[in-house]
């Protein structure tokens, strides 16, 4: 499956983006999908995952973000609200993790990542 991440951008602290992740040649039916984000001089780390009908989140995002699919479309979404500065990352959206679904070396299947920029 190839994944295409968008709606990236810079918003000031307090609003709110949407990003989506298009994915293509196979169905993300039935399949785990997840967000993470890296933050400069920072490693990758989770964010947000749909799977198997129930939703995960990082604590520091919880309340605020919040994972979709629409598996017609064949996309997954991640609603961003009350952004934060601390929020300034670039976003990968993921799909089927092997093991543990809140690693990202687990994962088989990467967009490309889109960048969002919180700014005071």
């Known amino acids: 499956v190839q994944l295409q991440a968008s709606g990236g951008g810079l918003v000031q602290a307090g609003d709110s983006l949407r990003l989506s992740c298009a994915a293509s040649r196979r169905t993300i039916s039935n399949r785990a999908m997840g967000w993470f984000r890296q933050a400069p001089g920072k490693e990758r780390e989770f964010v947000a995952i749909?799977?198997?009908?129930?939703?995960y989140y990082r604590d520091s995002v919880k309340g605020r973000f919040t994972i979709s699919r629409d598996n017609a479309k064949n996309t997954v979404y991640l609603q961003m609200n009350s952004l934060k500065l601390e929020d300034t990352a670039v976003y990968y959206c993921?799909?089927?993790?092997?093991?543990?679904?809140?690693?990202?070396?687990?994962?088989?299947?990467w967009g490309q990542g889109t960048l969002v920029t919180v700014s005071s």
């Open positions: 749909s799977r198997a009908g129930s939703t």
């Open positions: 993921a799909a089927d993790p092997r093991g543990s679904w809140y690693l990202s070396d687990e994962y088989i299947y």
